[in-house]
């Protein structure tokens, strides 16, 4: 029941943080802990950004906006869906995206990379076409086209219900942007300067163990086989078809990096150190995905791939 005497800003996010504290919720989808889910349902229904909330947090909060927070709240954990979903939004690398169980939440350290314009690997200023591969959402390819005017992106996914969000957020932020409907290459017809992918990377023994939001989820965007190695490694192979001579390829693995580490010892793989948190993604040029590509065959030789 809620109290009936006046509620501060701060005191009504501390109440969804108590709520939002409950063992039986995983928070990793866009957020990191209670208070960071809090603060999406105060920016939420406040329509207002961090230092925004945080500045007003003295001011008493009508009966109504107190409601509406806690319905989501309620929601959440009656339904153990990501908060992302409930809101319908979440903000990522600082724009903010349509969400919902089309395609996975919209959540990757390469956020990082696109703020640092992927240095000191990329020239954007000489980049004038970009693959997000897998796209889900359209989060990272858009991100890109948002950021960096003077580039044609191309984003593609095989899902055509992950293609309908992504057409609904790039309305919305972005008009460099061309939507492709494609398993992995098999509709691309030209090279680019970059490649970025944030392709499945979880085997189904791994997807089994996972937390209850991640079966919220569609599975066909987490979950591939080889001990979830087939489609990044296929995408290692395929890539410099797609790739001009200068090009690079960003592929994130998350915390499959040490699988391909292990699956590939001869390679010094360049994995990314990031300043605010994640971790698995790796970088090639052109010529090192080219130089290792008889590894890569030979992996899915063996598992019967190709």
């Given at each position: 029941m809620i109290d009936s005497f006046p509620v501060t800003k701060e005191q009504l996010f501390i109440q969804l943080v108590e709520q939002l504290s409950s063992k039986k919720l995983f928070h990793g989808h866009a957020a990191i802990d209670a208070e960071d889910e809090a603060?999406?349902?105060?920016?939420?229904?406040?329509?207002?950004?961090?230092?925004?909330?945080?500045?007003?947090?003295?001011?008493?909060?009508?009966?109504s906006k107190i409601d509406e927070a806690h319905v989501f709240v309620d929601k959440r954990l009656s339904t153990i869906k990501p908060m992302a979903y409930i809101l319908?939004?979440?903000?990522?690398?600082?724009?903010?995206?349509?969400?919902?169980?089309?395609?996975?939440?919209?959540?990757?350290?390469?956020?990082?990379?696109?703020?640092?314009?992927?240095?000191?690997?990329?020239?954007?200023?000489?980049?004038?076409?970009a693959l997000d591969l897998c796209t889900g959402s359209g989060c990272i390819g858009i991100a890109i086209a948002?950021?960096?005017?003077?580039?044609?992106?191309?984003?593609s996914d095989i899902s055509h219900k992950a293609l309908t969000l992504a057409q609904e957020n790039n309305n919305n932020l972005a008009t460099n942007v061309n939507i492709v409907q494609s398993d992995l290459f098999a509709n691309t017809n030209k090279s680019y300067d970059l490649i970025?992918?944030?392709?499945?990377?979880?085997?189904?023994?791994?997807?089994?163990?996972?937390?209850?939001?991640?079966?919220?989820?569609?599975?066909?965007?987490?979950?591939?086989?080889?001990?979830?190695?087939?489609?990044?490694?296929?995408?290692?192979?395929?890539?410099?078809d797609y790739l001009n001579d200068d090009g690079f390829l960003f592929l994130e693995v998350?915390?499959?990096?040490?699988?391909?580490?292990?699956?590939?010892?001869?390679?010094?793989?360049?994995?990314?150190?990031?300043?605010?948190?994640?971790?698995?993604?790796?970088?090639?040029?052109?010529?090192?995905?080219?130089?290792?590509?008889?590894?890569?065959?030979?992996?899915l030789e063996s598992a019967n791939v190709i």
């Amino acid at each position: 029941m809620i109290d009936s005497f006046p509620v501060t800003k701060e005191q009504l996010f501390i109440q969804l943080v108590e709520q939002l504290s409950s063992k039986k919720l995983f928070h990793g989808h866009a957020a990191i802990d209670a208070e960071d889910e809090a603060m999406m349902v105060m920016m939420h229904i406040f329509a207002e950004d961090v230092n925004e909330i945080l500045l007003s947090g003295h001011k008493e909060v009508l009966n109504s906006k107190i409601d509406e927070a806690h319905v989501f709240v309620d929601k959440r954990l009656s339904t153990i869906k990501p908060m992302a979903y409930i809101l319908g939004q979440v903000n990522f690398c600082g724009l903010m995206f349509n969400s919902d169980e089309r395609a996975l939440v919209p959540r990757s350290p390469i956020a990082e990379l696109i703020h640092n314009g992927f240095s000191p690997w990329v020239d954007m200023n000489k980049v004038s076409s970009a693959l997000d591969l897998c796209t889900g959402s359209g989060c990272i390819g858009i991100a890109i086209a948002y950021y960096f005017s003077n580039i044609i992106v191309d984003i593609s996914d095989i899902s055509h219900k992950a293609l309908t969000l992504a057409q609904e957020n790039n309305n919305n932020l972005a008009t460099n942007v061309n939507i492709v409907q494609s398993d992995l290459f098999a509709n691309t017809n030209k090279s680019y300067d970059l490649i970025v992918t944030n392709p499945p990377y979880v085997s189904d023994a791994e997807y089994q163990e996972l937390p209850e939001e991640y079966k919220r989820e569609p599975k066909l965007g987490l979950v591939t086989e080889n001990d979830g190695l087939r489609i990044p490694v296929e995408i290692l192979l395929k890539a410099p078809d797609y790739l001009n001579d200068d090009g690079f390829l960003f592929l994130e693995v998350g915390y499959s990096d040490d699988a391909l580490d292990a699956a590939f010892p001869e390679i010094n793989i360049e994995w990314v150190e990031f300043l605010n948190g994640g971790q698995g993604v790796c970088v090639f040029s052109k010529k090192m995905l080219l130089e290792y590509s008889q590894l890569f065959k030979s992996f899915l030789e063996s598992a019967n791939v190709i």
